[in-house]
């Protein structure tokens, strides 16, 4: 029989975005008007920090929120893809090569450094560019 794993919802968005906007002392209407997108309102932005939201905010978005946030596109859309997909990176030691796995936090120590090897063996293994 199969051991079921239990996981815990992810919040590394909401986290992240409820963490800079305190960090910067910025209320919800100050970011929105940061962000310059008139599709972009206090609400949403709420339920995002409440970890409300379903479904997976479009690229866009969290385009117009990196902006009101003054954080680059890159850290919302992996705090995203690991909160709404369960993705998240891991890198080889000289940040040359990365693999994104899914569930990483369901994986033991011992299975995540299994693959930190791979993409360490991977970056190792390729041309380097002169």
Do not use: C
């Amino acid at each position: 029989m199969m051991a079921t794993m239990t996981t815990t919802p992810r919040d590394d968005l909401s986290r992240l975005v409820r963490g800079r906007r305190a960090e910067l002392g910025r209320s919800l209407a100050q970011v929105v008007r940061a962000a310059g997108d008139p599709s972009l309102n206090e609400s949403w932005v709420n339920r995002l920090e409440l970890g409300q939201l379903r479904d997976v905010p479009k690229r866009e978005r969290l385009a117009s929120l990196a902006r009101g946030l003054q954080l680059p596109f890159a850290e919302l859309a992996r705090a995203a893809a690991a909160q709404y997909l369960g993705l998240q990176e891991t890198w080889s030691g000289d940040h040359q090569a990365r693999a994104v796995v899914a569930h990483m936090e369901e994986l033991t120590p011992a299975e995540r450094e299994q693959v930190r090897a791979i993409v360490e063996a991977f970056a190792r293994s390729r041309p380097r560019a002169e």
